[in-house]
């Protein structure tokens, strides 16, 4: 190891994302000394979903801040609604859901993120440093011991008896831990954009989806965060033939947008977001554990990957937070983690490989305006609303608050 400062902690998160946060909030609610590392200066950025399901707002419940939680800015929508090929299919019903909030809420994911660090930082063991990059792990007799971090002012080195790994899709964690891999092909990415909103647009958490292809509206106040899906590596091609037509492709989807959609002006206010979905075989070693789109990336498909991150993360404070109040946890210990959450995972994931082959291909698939029978049968019989509504709202495999609190 070099010989630039170093502090000692018994846990370290690398990301302050969904996982990272709970993961920290939960351990330190736990007596865990623990401290949570965060690359960016803030949590305000695009790139993340906005949905808080009720498996969430259940753990808010069951950990006495839902009051409070939703105190904060946000909407709440019962029934999600698609337009498919021009025609409303309501498919998820959250009304009759076994959990105490029947609603999603839609909240940007940076005041969630703010409001649970808020909270952490009251517990005396919590610290959570911005602008500290990971760019190292660091290994001692085989075992991950810490990991060499990037600040403001300078290379330092955090040692700790466990390190998480909670830093999303490209994590610098499992790479260096050489994790292998498995790699599930997606067929999509997604543009990110901005579109202002006007008074009379259709509510919320709409997806307009026509033959294959997706343009999903997330409302934030004033304007709309847009993902429009296009096929894998499509994006050279899409600029080939010009703004204009990516335009017409999007009004095409989204009618209503057609009085704003010259605001897209500039490729610069257009971003890429590459998806994919893959999972990690192994998801710790001796001294880590990777949770959340570190172990597991998720796809954008049901929006679910941010509820999955929290249970990741509920579940291992559940397991291990007892331990780590006493001392260092074994691999054994970690692999419990991994054996509960993997099923859910596998679960969730399959699902939303077979959206990407039959649903959202982000190809124009076949033309006529004609609804599937899956969908037909939404419509027909709405008690069917109940699964999608299971599926998205609490997914398989729910967890609980069941770590300890610190005396
Ligand atoms: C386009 C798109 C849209 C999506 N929309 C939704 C949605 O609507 N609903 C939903 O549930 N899911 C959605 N998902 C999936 C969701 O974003 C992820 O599953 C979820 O964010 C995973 O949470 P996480 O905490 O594991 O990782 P992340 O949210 O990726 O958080 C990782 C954190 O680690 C930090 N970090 C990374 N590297 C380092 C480092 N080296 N050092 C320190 N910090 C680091 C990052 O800055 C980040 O804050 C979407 C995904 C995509 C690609």
Sequence with gaps: MSAVSETQSRCLIVGGGPAGMMAGFLLARAGVEVVVLEKHADFNRDFRGDTIHPSTLQLLHELGLLEEFLQLPHQEVREIRGIFNGHPVPIADFSRLPAHCKVIAFMPQWDFLDFLSRHARKFPSFALHMQHEVIDL????????????????????????????????????????????????????????????????????????????????????????????????????????????????????????????SELDDWNKIKLLTVQINRLRKWCREGLLCIGDSAHAMSPAGGVGINLALQDAVATANLLAAKLRQGSVSVADLELVQKRREWPTRVIQSIQAFIHRRVVTGRESKRGDSLPLLLKLFLWFPALRALPARFIGLGPRPEHIHSPIAN
């Design 138 to 261: 660091l290994f001692e007799h085989g075992r991950v011991a810490g990991v060499g971090v990037k600040t403001p002012d300078g290379e330092r080195n955090f040692l700790a008896d466990l390190v998480i790994g909670a830093d999303g899709r490209h994590a610098i964690t499992h790479t260096k831990a050489g994790f292998e891999v498995r790699e599930f092909g997606v067929p999509i990415d997604v543009l990110w954009m901005r579109i202002s909103k006007r008074e009379n647009d259709p509510p919320q958490s709409l997806g307009f989806f026509r033959h294959g292809k997706l343009l999903v509206l997330l409302d934030r106040g004033d304007y709309f965060q847009v993902g429009f899906v296009i096929p894998k590596g499509g994006l050279d091609e899409i600029k080939q033939r010009g703004l204009a037509t990516l335009h017409r492709d999007i009004v095409a989807l989204g009618p209503f947008l057609e009085d704003r959609i």
